[in-house]
C-alpha cells in the first residue's frame, strides 16, 4: 500500500520558519502530482502549494512570497519552506498526492497523509 507521512510541524514564534516533509513510501511506479493543503479551526480546508502534473508551482495568495514548495523525485518527498511565518498560519497541514500505483498501472489514485500541527504564537 502507499503511504504519505508529514513531520517538520511545530511551535514558532512570529517571524520564524519551518520546513515540512511528505514522504511517500509503498509500491510507487510515479507521483503526478504533490501538493500541501492545510485546515485551521473556523476555516474551511484551502490549497497551500502545489506541483501541478506539468510542474508548474501554485500557491495560495496568502502564501506568496513566503512559502516555497520544492521536492526530491528519487526519495519521493516534497518539502514545504515556510519563511516569515504569521499567526494566522496556525493550523494542521496535510499532504496530498495523486499517485500511480506498480500494482495498477492503468489507475491514479488520490491519497492524504495524517497531518502535522503548525503553531505560530509568541
Known amino acids: 500500500q502507499v503511504q504519505l507521512v508529514e513531520s517538520g510541524g511545530g511551535l514558532v514564534q512570529p517571524g520564524g520558519s519551518l520546513r515540512l516533509s511528505c514522504a511517500a513510501s509503498?509500491?510507487?511506479?510515479?507521483?503526478?502530482?504533490m501538493g500541501w493543503y492545510r485546515k485551521a479551526p473556523g476555516k474551511q480546508r484551502e490549497l497551500v502549494a502545489a506541483?501541478?502534473?506539468?510542474?508548474?508551482?501554485n500557491y495560495a495568495d496568502s502564501v506568496k512570497g513566503r512559502f516555497t514548495i520544492s521536492r526530491d523525485d528519487h526519495k519521493n518527498t516534497a518539502y514545504l519552506q515556510m519563511n516569515s511565518l504569521k499567526p494566522e498560519d496556525t493550523a494542521i497541514y496535510y499532504c496530498?498526492?495523486?499517485?500511480?500505483?506498480?500494482?495498477?498501472?492503468?489507475?491514479?489514485?488520490?491519497?492524504w497523509g495524517q497531518g502535522t500541527q503548525v503553531t505560530v504564537s509568541s
Open positions: 506541483f501541478t502534473f506539468g510542474g508548474d508551482k
Open positions: 496530498n498526492a495523486d499517485i500511480q500505483s506498480d500494482s495498477d498501472l492503468l489507475s491514479l489514485y488520490n491519497y
Open positions: 509503498g509500491s510507487i511506479f510515479s507521483i503526478n502530482s
